[in-house]
């Protein structure tokens, strides 16, 4: 089933058109996204790879104070 995912995710990769997407691409809503960048999987990373991530990430959730 790996196998079969890294397939898919070639195939989406190699026949999206990038162009369209991004700051660069003149298209209105992606001025300020942040979804191709990394940062969601990154902060998901950090809050679940150990037990501290995951306290300071509910601290931060709980008090609003990073």
Not at 2 to 14: E, K
Request: glycine share 10%.
């Amino acid at each position: 089933m790996v196998g079969r995912m890294g397939v898919d995710a070639a195939i989406w990769l190699d026949t999206t058109t990038w162009e369209k997407y991004g700051k660069k691409s003149g298209n209105e809503k992606c001025r300020d996204c942040m979804v191709h960048c990394g940062y969601e999987a990154t902060a998901v990373d950090y809050t679940f790879s150990s037990i501290k991530g995951f306290a300071e990430t509910v601290a931060v959730t709980l008090t609003r104070r990073l």
